[in-house]
């Protein structure tokens, strides 16, 4: 459920037609709606209502805009971040530290060390060297670093190869057949608190049963570390649950997602940790977008949008699917193709599909972009760097400004030896 709905056959966010905000901010532009993500928030924490002991961390890479990060916040979530950058929004959003998790397989020592400096609640290392090197630094500012190790369950999330991350031939995790003796290992360093096992096994899960598997996997893992002694206290079960792109997906509710996960870690007494992006952030956004030109093609007519894969870059990437709809739809279709000005023959965002008709001048949108939309987005082509728009009711405001050319040119800088 979202709040993108046709009012008097005019797409509105909330209660704000789109056209009065490309009138405003002009286009290409994210828009957002606050009620969207407030309802999917609460429907995500409503399925997991039979968890007794729990912690939500919205992953940020999915949309790390700071005012989305604070409505998240003012909904209880913390923030599972990746990078130094995303902590530091984690922080400005207004989340506390210790409820920021720091996932990712690349983690510099500098990043290690600001995390430990702001006390984060939790470190999911991925190899044993991180390990040794964040007691290091830990014990070098007299602290005890809270962290679990991330297991590589070697499943199938059975979802695009570039977004599964849970096989063995994946970079992300230790496998977790070594997990035991790595655990031992570290759990005796004098700057962690080693206390749980975390995973994550891809995006975009069209189905729960490769969660049920890995759990299970994971569950088999808590009761061998406390059968060899160690006090297990957390499980962090990551992300991945997906979202409907188009008609006839079926992705697990969150409710159905809550009762897996209720009946598989019955018995594990820990607190769980959830880490979603996705579920919470995708429908919550849309990409608007003008028609700049319809051209004819020798098979279907190119609708030329003013928006590109610079933009949203998921259909180049992964093949992906995402609606494409006029913002004043008059009932009538064709069938076209959808097209940026980027110019790679990979900026095409529909091919052959049947869409609202379309003309020069009109409105359209790209549904689904709040996540892994504007956050992906680039200035290839020397285009400006998309804006975003919150908006709530019948007001909306600009979240990110669109950032031009120029002021990007005015980083750069040509040395005197070549003047
Ligand atoms: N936790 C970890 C450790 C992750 O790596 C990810 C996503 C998440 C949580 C959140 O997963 P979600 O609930 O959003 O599925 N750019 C790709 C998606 C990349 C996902 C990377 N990791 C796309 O546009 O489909």
Redesign the pocket.
Known sequence: MDHYNLIDGELHVEDVPLARIAEAVGTPVYVYSAATFQRHARAFRDGLAAIPRKHLAF?V??NPNLAVLRLLANEGFGA?V?SGGELARALAAGMAAKDVVF??VGKTRAELDQALQVGIGQF?LELEEEGVVLSQLAVARGVRAPATI?VNPDVDAGT?E??S?GRAENK?GLPIDEALAIFGRLAPLPGLELRGV?L?I????QSLAPLERAFERVGRLVADLRAAGHTITHVDL?????VRYRAGDTPPSPAEFGDMVARVTRDWDVELMF?????ISANAGVLLTEVLWVKPGPVNPWVIVDSAMNDL??VA??D?WHDFEAVRPSGEKMTANVAGPVCESSDVFAKGREIDVVKSGDLAILRSAG??GAT?ASTYNSRPLVPEVLASGDRFEIVAGRISAEAIMAEEHVPDWLK
């Open positions: 992953a890479k999915a599972d990746v996932s990712g999911n991330r695009h570039k977004i991350t992300f975390a994550h891809g995006s975009q899960l990551g992300g991945g649950l997906g880490e979603p992006g996705r579920v870059a998921r990437l992964y992906a996540a892994y992906m």
